[in-house]
């Protein structure tokens, strides 16, 4: 088994409304920032120990559809480093 840090990045799917992310966009462009668009997302680091980096994201993306992300509003992405 191999050690490994999986890091989920939980996002609001594009279309859905993000009033934290609208509040930050609005107070950014009040200090002067020009911005397109802006997101929040939540990021969770999950340890873990694996067979491969293959395995541990399996798991990790089975948590981010069990529990961490809501797949009808959220993506989510994962992305597995060795420790």
Not at 9 to 19: A, H
Not at 47 to 68: F, K, T
Request: proline share 2%; aromatic share 4%.
């Amino acid at each position: 088994m191999t050690a490994y840090t999986a890091t989920v990045t939980v996002r609001l799917k594009r279309g859905v409304l993000d009033p934290e992310a609208e509040t930050t966009q609005q107070a950014l462009e009040r200090l002067g920032f020009d911005l397109e668009e802006l997101r929040a997302a939540d990021r969770f680091e999950v340890d873990l120990e694996a067979e491969s980096a293959d395995a541990a994201s399996e798991r990790a993306s089975e948590m981010a559809e069990r529990l961490l992300a809501n797949p009808t509003i959220h993506d989510y992405d994962v992305e597995v480093d060795e420790r």
